[in-house]
């Protein structure tokens, strides 16, 4: 038997859409929480389009529209999170720097002092 989703408030497989056609074989065992999110195709019939295919070209326009722009900021975002990644790194490498000229000069003044304390 196959159907077709009609309500996405349901445990559909992953990626599943309003307007898809599952086969659900014999459908003797269909769980309780797919019960009215879907309609019987008759296997002869071909399926209804989907819910994108009869919307309003003007609405689909329009959606287009606000997913490029949705794309292009993420695109903007992850350029941005580049440059402070960088920016992090490379303060992560100049601390490593000083503190290891640091930990060589705290070396050096106790190697002096401890040759001053020698002397005496």
Same mark, same amino acid.
């Given at each position: 038997?196959?159907?077709?989703?009609?309500?996405?408030?349901?445990?559909? =497989?992953?990626?599943?859409?309003?307007?898809?056609? %599952?086969?659900?074989?014999?459908?003797?065992?269909?769980?309780? !929480? *797919?019960?009215?999110? *879907?309609?019987?195709?008759?296997?002869?019939? =071909? !399926?209804?389009?989907?819910?994108?295919?009869?919307?309003? =070209?003007?609405?689909?326009?329009?959606?287009?529209?606000?997913?490029?722009?949705?794309?292009?900021?993420?695109?903007?975002?992850?350029?941005? %999170?580049?440059?402070?990644?960088?920016?992090?790194?490379?303060?992560?490498?100049?601390?490593?720097?000083?503190?290891?000229?640091?930990?060589?000069?705290?070396?050096?003044?106790?190697?002096?002092?401890?040759?001053?304390?020698?002397?005496?």
């Amino acid at each position: 038997m196959k159907i077709q989703v009609t309500h996405l408030k349901a445990p559909w =497989p992953e990626g599943t859409n309003v307007g898809d056609v %599952i086969d659900v074989g014999d459908g003797s065992k269909v769980p309780a !929480a *797919f019960v009215g999110k *879907f309609k019987v195709i008759d296997e002869g019939q =071909p !399926a209804a389009p989907a819910a994108a295919e009869q919307a309003n =070209p003007e609405e689909l326009a329009i959606a287009r529209n606000l997913q490029k722009a949705a794309e292009d900021e993420a695109a903007e975002l992850r350029v941005r %999170i580049d440059a402070v990644t960088a920016e992090r790194d490379k303060a992560a490498n100049d601390l490593a720097a000083v503190t290891a000229e640091r930990d060589r000069m705290v070396g050096e003044q106790q190697a002096a002092s401890a040759a001053t304390k020698g002397k005496k």
